[in-house]
């Protein structure tokens, strides 16, 4: 008998979490992790595994929200900071190795100390990605040659990136004069400026050709990049990009090297999302447990009535292709 994909839990590839020890020391740094009272589903394991059977949820990869600490901590603490989440990640996994996996966090102001902690995380049990910010500080840092090793071993090591934009005036996309405020532009529209310049600059920086095993996650649905690539593709044939004549493939392969959650809020958005860059490119992401996330992370997809074989690969196929699960 076939099962059916709604009754086998789905894996949510973009649920944060942030573990009381790192919310401690944060504070203890003078940071802060959450305005307000935190969501206890973001460090209370057992509460958050009730939350997921409720709503059909397998697994969680586990990973930080926007408010990374790399934009203010200290390099020794936020190298401290990396330890602290990366050793509850382990231990989460251990505890529930059926519910949790996560993507390893790293210091990002410091290339050396960020290639020192991927060693240690290596191999860990439960540890199947890397997690990064698109930008730090308005600098695309992953494209410079200090970071490049770190792209190099994710590809050597098979572990995804999964990436998210940081919170803070200092990763404001535009500058914080543009996007700083109470209206909440700096995420509603920044943080798909930042995906959609990251995925282009993927492409254009020659990294897609260079590491071809490499596997990329966006978030939010990719941000604006799904809605922006025909024009990109058109610039390059006009002859408006320079790095073009270095490129190997097309501009609907580069399309399908990443993937992307199902975070589009209107479910014309996904579908059109998931007709331009294939049903096995999508999966399931939720912002779980921040601002923007989601109360039911299978419903906007489920709502599709996609078929079967192409529901069954976004709740969890995908994932734990991805994964290695």
Request: charged letters at 20%.
């Amino acid at each position: 008998m076939t099962q059916n994909p709604t009754q086998s839990g789905s894996i949510d590839a973009h649920a944060h979490w942030s573990p009381q020890p790192y919310m401690q020391y944060a504070e203890q740094q003078g940071g802060k992790i959450a305005s307000g009272v935190p969501n206890p589903l973001m460090y209370d394991l057992e509460a958050r595994i009730k939350w997921m059977d409720s709503r059909n949820v397998k697994m969680h990869v586990l990973s930080l929200s926007g408010g990374m600490p790399w934009q203010w901590a200290s390099l020794d603490a936020a190298d401290k900071l990396a330890h602290i989440v990366n050793d509850a990640a382990v231990e989460a996994h251990r505890a529930y190795p059926d519910r949790f996996i996560a993507a390893t966090a790293i210091p990002m102001r410091d290339p050396k100390a960020a290639l020192r902690e991927m060693d240690r995380m290596a191999g860990k049990p439960g540890i199947r990605a890397m997690h990064l910010p698109n930008s730090v500080e308005g600098m695309d840092y992953l494209f410079t040659p200090a970071y490049e090793p770190i792209v190099a071993q994710c590809e050597a090591l098979g572990l995804p990136l999964l990436f998210h934009p940081l919170d803070g005036e200092p990763n404001h996309y535009g500058g914080p004069e543009r996007l700083a405020g109470a209206n909440f532009i700096y995420n509603t529209l920044g943080f798909p400026f930042e995906t959609a310049t990251l995925a282009v600059k993927f492409i254009y920086s020659g990294y897609l050709d260079k590491y071809p095993k490499l596997d990329i996650v966006l978030p939010h649905s990719g941000g604006c990049f799904p809605y922006i690539a025909g024009r990109v593709e058109h610039s390059i044939k006009k002859g408006a990009v320079e790095a073009a004549s270095k490129l190997k493939g097309s501009m609907r392969d580069y399309i399908r090297r990443f993937h992307y959650d199902t975070l589009a809020y209107y479910p014309e958005t996904l579908r059109f999302m998931i007709e331009l860059v294939g049903a096995d490119r999508v999966v399931i992401g939720t912002d779980n447990y921040a601002k923007m996330d989601v109360e039911y992370p299978n419903a906007l997809v489920e709502s599709l009535n996609l078929p079967a074989a192409d529901l069954q690969k976004i709740l969890h196929g995908n994932a734990a292709k991805l994964l290695r699960l």
